[in-house]
């Protein structure tokens, strides 16, 4: 039992919002954003508590876009509290119009906070006008030996204000059954200004957003997340997110609602 529980890590949902070094400087040094979050997740039937706070710097570089953040976090089981922090990059580049390549690598500390190693590659091919389909790969490694590696595959529709996006995953699991995911987003630019909403729905194992599952080898769950990007002037924006997941595995159903708040500076 308690392996298990200690194999309950990651958890929310969310979305990249997290972020970055010190603000004056970065700007010298060529960073177009700096973003700065703080997250917390609440599980039902006594799981404990998850907190996370981090910073981000995005940099463009030509058909280049760098991404490169660090967090730090916390995971209370009640009986016993773990401490991790994980660093994070991404690499946007644009090969041709119709072609482009993302490339995530996640490294943290071995705890039951963060997942322990990642690393992802997608390509992006436009097929027609508005119409962006993706695929590629993903290896991770969790706390407590648990690895997975799989594929993902999925498009992205663009028209007007709104993008929809649709990502499917499957995984093979070194412990238990192989997973599979789907995620659904959803986002509106308001009709003027900076500001959007935006919302995800989940359904099984989730694993292409890792942070969604409390304990990887879960693959019933559901999820539903949103969040507002407001924007306060002076290229200052405020973040908010709010969501819930369901869990349902082979011992007991429980949930989870999580939380986030963050600012961000656009040059």
């Known amino acids: 039992m308690q392996k298990h529980l200690q194999m309950r890590a990651i958890a929310r949902r969310a979305l990249p919002i997290a972020l970055s070094v ?29 907190r996370v ?19 730090a976090g916390s995971r209370d089981y009640g009986a016993e509290k773990h ?10 580049h644009d090969w041709t119009k119709r072609l482009s390549t993302r490339t995530a690598i996640t490294a943290s500390t071995n705890s039951p906070v963060f997942v322990r190693r990642e690393l ?5 091919i436009k097929l027609v006008r508005n ?22 595959a999925g498009g992205a529709w663009y028209t007007g204000r ?14 238990g059954d192989d997973s599979t995911g789907h995620l659904l987003s959803m ?9 959007l909403s935006q919302l995800w729905l989940g359904k099984g194992a989730s694993l292409e957003t890792a942070d969604t599952l409390s304990d990887p080898r879960e693959n019933r769950s559901r999820s539903v997340a949103v969040r507002r990007v407001q924007p306060l002037g ?11 997941t369901l869990y349902d595995n082979d011992v007991a159903k429980h949930h989870a609602i999580s939380s986030g708040i963050g600012l961000a500076y656009d040059w």
Do not use: C
């Open 120 to 124: 992802q590659h997608d390509f992006n």
């Open 53 to 71: 706070s981090g910073v981000e710097a995005t940099a463009k570089l030509g058909d280049t876009t760098v991404v490169l953040g660090a967090m």
């Open 187 to 195: 986002r509106l630019k308001d009709r003027s200004g900076d500001g």
């Open 162 to 175: 709104m993008i929809a996006t649709y990502r499917f995953g499957q995984f093979d699991m070194t412990e």
């Open 234 to 244: 002076g290229g200052l924006s405020l973040n908010l997110t709010l969501g819930k």
């Open 131 to 152: 119409v962006v389909m993706t695929l590629g790969g993903k290896h991770s490694e969790y706390f407590g030996g648990v690895r997975s590696t799989g594929w993902i």
């Open 83 to 92: 401490h991790g922090s994980r660093f994070t990059s991404l690499v946007y």
């Open 22 to 50: 010190l603000a004056v400087p970065a700007a010298h040094a060529g960073v177009d954003k700096l973003s700065v979050q703080s997250d917390y997740v609440d599980y039902s039937d006594g799981h404990g508590l998850r």
